[in-house]
């Protein structure tokens, strides 16, 4: 069964980097083309999709994300990976990694990892 | 940009009672709708995709329907487990972006 597994700091300093990792249990990040997934919430609020990766590396990012984000994969550590620059409080959120879950017409994402929560504080 | 709406923002029942929740969408994109369930301190979780495909392991109590601009997630007869927040997630064919839906709140009346 597959499981994800999140992990990073758990307190970054504003205008700092966030970098975060996805380690994927019970299942290859290599294989066919579908995509996996970074998906944030904040305290309290609603999902946001944060951008999704290929395990070929090819990458997509939310609009509203795209200048500060970086997905980035290590298939040798079955591994993908967030960094997100230039944090502020608005970035603070419980932030989930997610597999793809495949479909004729693309993919969609489940299962997620328990999530972790970054708290961008000084 | 597609921006999705979700009514009612807090949907009040009982138990056994049926749940109906919408989602609307700014503009059309066919059916790349899917709807997810999450509870207090958990992930969410894939209940529908496609619009009305339920994942593995749903049961058939979860029902989605709809297509272009809206879409319907019906909860045949409530469970007390299926008291949680419900989100609808809408994906563009290409490039494959996202984009969340605000979530229903089902709570016990």
């Known amino acids: 069964q597959l499981q994800l597994q999140e992990s990073g700091p758990g307190l970054v300093k504003p205008s700092e980097t966030l970098s975060l990792t996805c380690t994927v249990s019970g299942g290859s990040i290599n294989g066919d083309s579908y995509y996996w997934g970074w998906i944030r919430q904040p305290p309290g609020k609603g999902l946001e999709w944060i951008g999704s990766?290929?395990?070929?590396?090819?990458?997509h990012y939310n609009p509203s994300l795209k200048s500060r984000v970086t997905i980035s994969v290590d298939t040798s550590k079955n591994q993908f990976s967030l960094k997100l620059s230039s944090v502020t409080a608005a970035d603070t959120a419980v932030y989930y990694c997610a597999s793809p879950y495949p479909v004729p017409t693309g993919n969609w994402f489940d299962p997620w990892g328990q999530g972790t929560l970054v708290t961008v504080s000084s | 940009e597609i921006v999705l709406t979700q009514s009612p923002a807090t949907l009040s029942l009982s138990p056994g009672e049926r749940a109906t929740l919408s989602c609307r969408a700014s503009?059309?994109?066919?059916?790349?709708l899917a709807w997810y369930q999450q509870k207090p301190g958990q992930a969410p979780r894939l209940l529908i995709y496609d619009a009305f495909n339920r994942a593995t392991g749903i049961p058939a109590r979860f029902s989605g329907s709809g297509s272009g601009t809206d879409f319907t997630l019906t909860i045949s007869s409530l469970e007390p487990e299926d008291f949680a927040v419900y989100y609808c997630l809408q994906r563009s064919n290409w490039p494959p972006l996202f984009t969340f839906g605000p979530g229903t709140k089902v709570d016990i009346k």
């Open positions: 503009q059309s994109f066919g059916s790349f």
């Open positions: 990766m290929y395990y070929s590396g090819s990458t």
